[in-house]
């Protein structure tokens, strides 16, 4: 299984950019990277996915070395409600046991 | 659309019931999966299902835990002789199933089972 490792916690001020690193040194070839959001009392919630380079939608961007062994998801322009655990994933469409969430990042926005 | 939903949301049993979990999943989703998250930690995967079959298991904790699907759409997670390490909210997901999809789940909000 691919193991990531991110930051236990984060803070950041309203309006700023928010990057935050996860690490996947033995990831796959067939590995894609993923990473979700989850407020206290819900499931999780998708953001974005990418194998290689860049990836960018309306929320967030992905931003993937060559070398594929780390991720960093950048949220900009972060405001108090992007308060959440931020989970990065590392898997294959081959297998959902290779689903793992990890602790995930705690992200705290101040105001 | 309807989003994936999950019956009881709140369970409260004794230590050595047994209790059942209920989801339904986005319409048209072939995979479902279930899992469990205790608090502060990340959803631990369960099992997943394509289709009306499990395709993987692995994730199961012991033999107090079966699901089933039995036409394919609703799922229902089932935990016999609670313990009061079953304790957490468990988590269901349903994704379209195709390719690559596997990273793309859409979560349910959760049932919280507290084993008393």
Redesign the interface.
Known sequence: LAKTTQPISMDSYEGQEVNITCSHNNIATND?I?WYQQFP??????II?GYKTKVTNEVASLFIPADRKSSTLSLPRVSLSDTA?Y?C?V???G???Q??????TQLTVLP | GAGVSQTPSNKVTEKGKYVELRCDPISGHTALYWYRQSLGQGPEFLIYFQGTGAADDSGLPNDRFFAVRPEGSVSTLKIQRTERGDSAVYLCASSTGTSGSHNEQFFGPGTRLTVL
């Open positions: 894609y993923t009392s819900q499931g999780p919630r998708f996915q655990v989970y994933l898997g294959d469409s297998s959902a046991r689903l793992t969430f990890g602790s995930g």
